[in-house]
T-cell receptor, first 115, second 114 residues
Framework: DAKTTQPPSMDCAEGRAANLPCNHS???????VYWYRQIHSQGPQYIIH???NNETNEMASLIITEDRKSSTLILPHATLRDTAVYYC????????????????FGQGTILTVHP | NAGVTQTPKFQVLKTGQSMTLQCAQD?????MSWYRQDPGMGLRLIHY???????DQGEVPNGYNVSRSTTEDFPLRLLSAAPSQTSVYFC?????????????FGPGTRLTVT
């Protein structure tokens, strides 16, 4: 799976949009971009994923550049409860062997939402 | 739906003891897996299952056994606990064994081995 690079930390004011970047310059054509987050002491939570097109759901939007080498997760109106570690993960839907289903969590971005 | 549930939430074991961490999901998901999370190491895949009766090893399987007799349950057994197995354990599931779908995680079991 392609390696991802994220800033170690970001701050955001409550009510403002939080834009979390991720670089994945070695992504291959069959690899998806996933975003998960982990709020302190809880299990990771799925947010959104995409292949080529931008995606939106009730939690967030995912913007993927045309060359697919980077993406941005957008939380449109951040709240204090969005303070968490956010993980950008690139994964092939067809990974086999010991990689089957495996999500590789890097260090992620610690997002702190301030009042 | 309760989603993915794990029991117990906390456990303390002595070295050499055995125990089973329970994981259940009520979403009729094919795929289930176990991860451990250690400080500075991220989450690492222990074992996974693509359906009832089918299990396989992940990247750190030593010292752990799994079985999948039903779609709903995927218990993780520690055969002889060691201090190196002190960790937070997460179970996850997804609808299909293949494809790009989301994985849903349980709340975790915090295990300390003394």
């Amino acid at each position: 799976d392609a390696k991802t690079t994220q800033p170690p930390s970001m701050d955001c004011a409550e009510g403002r949009a939080a834009n979390l970047p991720c670089n994945h310059s070695t992504i291959s054509g069959n690899e998806y971009v996933y975003w998960y987050r982990q709020i302190h002491s809880q299990g990771p939570q799925y947010i959104i994923h995409g292949l080529k097109n931008n995606e939106t759901n009730e939690m967030a939007s995912l913007i993927i550049t045309e060359d697919r080498k980077s993406s941005t997760l957008i939380l449109p109106h951040a709240t204090l409860r969005d303070t968490a570690v956010y993980y950008c993960i690139v994964r092939s839907a067809n990974a086999g062997g010991t990689s089957y289903g495996k999500l590789t969590f890097g260090q992620g971005t610690i997002l702190t939402v301030h009042p | 739906n309760a989603g993915v549930t794990q029991t117990p939430k906390f456990q303390v074991l002595k070295t050499g003891q055995s125990m089973t961490l329970q994981c259940a999901q009520d979403m009729n998901h094919e795929y289930m897996s176990w991860y451990r999370q250690d400080p500075g190491m991220g989450l690492r895949l222990i074992h996974y299952s693509v359906g009832a009766g089918i299990t396989d090893q992940g990247e750190v399987p030593n010292g752990y056994n799994v079985s999948r007799s039903t779609t709903e349950d995927f218990p993780l057994r520690l055969l002889s606990a060691a201090p190196s197995q002190t960790s937070v354990y997460f179970c996850a599931s997804s609808l299909l064994a293949g494809g790009p779908g989301a994985q849903y995680f349980g709340p975790g079991t915090r295990l300390t081995v003394t």
